[in-house]
């Protein structure tokens, strides 16, 4: 059963950083293609960024420059990288994974950043 599970989120000041981390099973994880999304209280849900198997990677432009997406293929493992964190980053954090035509979300992990 396909089922990435988040983790990684916390509490943080604004300018600090942040990595989160998916851990990904029931599939091939180096042929997934991965994303981040995140949803902030009373806003849709929004992309932060994805990776496909052959790492290109796409990001929003409120994160560009700030949060990178990685991926190990050894351990299952996605991960995002978040620096210069803005208050306006607080959100829910979900992590997916794509099998063929399927795509299957995380449980989220909560991001809060104070001012």
């Known amino acids: 059963q396909v089922r990435p599970v988040e983790s990684g989120g916390g509490l943080v000041q604004a300018g600090g950083s942040l990595r989160l981390s998916c851990v990904a099973s029931?599939?091939?994880?180096?042929?997934?293609?991965m994303g981040w999304y995140r949803q902030a209280p009373g806003k849709q849900r929004e992309v932060v960024g994805t990776i496909t198997s052959s790492d290109r990677t796409y990001y929003a432009d409120s994160v560009k420059g700030r949060f990178t997406i990685s991926r190990d293929n050894a351990k299952n493992t996605l991960y995002l990288q978040m620096n210069s964190l803005k208050p306006e980053d607080t959100a829910v954090y979900y992590c997916t994974q794509q099998d063929g035509f399927d795509t299957y979300w995380g449980q989220g992990t909560q991001v809060t950043v104070s001012s």
């Open positions: 029931g599939s091939i994880f180096s042929i997934n293609a």
